[in-house]
């Protein structure tokens, strides 16, 4: 059975940093591409970030270009969304899932809360 649960969120101040952690089980990371997603309330859950297995290549949107990175460890079967320079607008529940993502695998994510 395929688990995903992620951790690391919280309430920080703008201009602060968190990591996000997303430990997987049942299912081996390295041969498939991850992503990052999140959603607020009322709203569609949306892509954030991605790394593709191949090359490791990674997406960003454009609103988080130069503050988030996404990584994995594929030893530890972990992906990772380190996150600087937070802004009010990345409030959110954050969630990891393959891209595209598999909607048997979504966890019960990681809120973050960013003050103003």
């Known amino acids: 059975q395929v688990q995903l649960v992620e951790s690391g969120g919280g309430l920080v101040q703008a201009g602060g940093s968190l990591r996000l952690s997303c430990a997987v089980s049942?299912?081996?990371?390295?041969?498939?591409?991850w992503a990052w997603y999140r959603q607020t309330p009322g709203k569609e859950r949306t892509l954030v970030a991605r790394l593709r297995w191949m090359d490791n290549d990674a997406f960003y949107i454009d609103s988080v270009k130069g503050r988030f990175t996404i990584t994995k460890d594929n030893a530890k079967n972990t992906i990772y969304l380190q996150m600087n320079s937070l802004k009010p607008e990345d409030t959110a529940t954050y969630f990891c899932?393959?891209?595209?993502?598999?909607?048997?695998?979504w966890g019960q994510g990681t809120q973050v809360t960013v003050s103003s």
């Open positions: 899932n393959e891209d595209p993502p598999d909607d048997e695998y």
């Open positions: 049942g299912l081996t990371i390295w041969y498939l591409t």
